[in-house]
């Protein structure tokens, strides 16, 4: 740690490190130093992101637009080295470094309809400001990241290929995933259907991606690694999969995963009042659909996860994995139930539905 402080700048003496944040991906630390202010840094983890640099390229991309067409807006980016380089690299790891946003906190869980519209207003805030630039010009950080036909190939090859003995052990469940097809189908259709644009997309809209100020309103949106070309269906839906549930993936009681309706509203409200005017008709008229997608993509991954021994995410305990997948099949089963709410939500706003 002492070579990568040096790198930025820094005499190592004067600073401590502390663990901080909750993400599956990356190790992160808060950098604290008298006087100087504090930092965040980060170790990438290059087996998920497997060039740092197509990362780096993308937010040059990025500040580029910013800066010519709305300087205004505050996106925190990596600070650069001393010789002027995004990231160090020592014995093949890669470390990051940016400004802790002073006054700032994130939370890890969406407790009030306030918050969940906050963040939604930023997501949609972000991708509007980059409604004129050209979203094909992004690195694809991680191919095939939220493209559903890739995830359901991906399934059926663990289904052939994994391990052996979960496969034996968890055929109903398998079943059970393979029930969902119908929402790769509508997948299909939207990827050959031209009223669907590729947008900037953050592609992680969880609540702990935004920084919110003392009087708990958003700052701005972190975490930019994912921000890919995409469609909107990605950050509305991780939106609905992540905020209306009390309970989150992580939930091994699923009595406790129900759909609180209030956060449906503040979720479109904040989400559509910046992104209404760069969606089409038709694709607003799939913002349920957001939920179902994302939510089934992700039951999706983690099920393929647990079939392949756990590589991706790994496990703190035995079967996490298809605990936290057979969570998402019941946060969805939930979530269809509240389609009549959500169509008269969108009605209320007098978008199509
Ligand atoms: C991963 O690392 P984290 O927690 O920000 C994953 C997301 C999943 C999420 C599930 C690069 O995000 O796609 O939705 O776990 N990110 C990557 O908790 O795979
Ligand atoms: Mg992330």
Redesign the pocket.
């Known amino acids: 740690m002492q070579e990568v402080l040096h790198s930025f700048g820094f005499d190592p003496e004067q600073f401590e490190l502390s663990p901080l944040g909750s993400?599956?991906?990356?190790q992160t630390w808060l950098v604290k130093a008298g006087g100087v202010g504090s930092y965040v840094l980060q170790e990438v983890n290059t087996s998920?992101f497997k060039k740092p640099g197509d990362i780096a390229a993308n937010m040059d991309l990025l500040e580029q637009h910013l800066r010519e067409f709305h300087p205004a807006y505050f996106l925190p980016l990596p600070i650069k080295t001393l010789t002027g380089k995004p990231f160090v690299q020592l014995k093949g790891e890669t470390f990051r470094m940016f400004h802790f946003v002073r006054n700032s906190h994130a939370f890890t869980r969406c407790e009030t309809p306030q918050q969940a519209y906050e963040a939604a207003r930023q997501f949609g805030n972000f991708t509007a400001a980059f409604s004129h630039f050209n979203a094909e010009k992004l690195n694809l950080t991680?191919p095939g990241f939220h493209d559903l036909s890739h995830r359901w190939a991906q399934f059926q090859y663990a289904i052939k290929n994994g391990s052996k003995e979960r496969l034996k052990k968890n055929q109903n469940d398998i079943d059970l995933f393979s029930k969902g097809y119908s929402i790769v189908e509508t997948f299909e259709l939207i990827k050959s259907d031209k009223d669907f644009k590729q947008h900037v997309i953050h592609h992680?809209t969880?609540i702990s991606n935004i920084l919110f100020d003392d009087m708990d309103k958003g700052i701005c949106v972190i975490?930019l690694d994912?921000v890919m070309p995409g469609y909107f269906i990605s950050d509305l839906g991780?939106m609905m999969r992540t905020y209306l549930s009390p309970a989150d993936?992580e939930e091994k009681d699923f009595s406790k995963i129900s759909i609180r309706t209030e956060y449906v509203e503040a979720i479109l409200k904040g989400y559509l009042e910046k992104m209404s005017v760069c969606l089409s008709e038709k694709e607003i008229r799939y913002c349920f659909y957001s939920g179902e997608f994302m939510i089934y993509m992700?039951a999706l991954r983690f099920m393929t996860d647990h079939l392949n021994n756990d590589q991706y995410y790994g496990a703190r305990y035995e079967n996490h994995n298809l605990v936290r997948a057979l969570n998402q099949i019941c946060l969805l089963e939930q979530y269809r139930k509240i389609k009549p709410e959500f169509q008269s939500v969108m009605a209320s706003f007098g978008s199509p539905s």
């Open positions: 993400g599956l991906i990356h998920v991680i992680d969880k975490d994912t991780d993936e992700q």
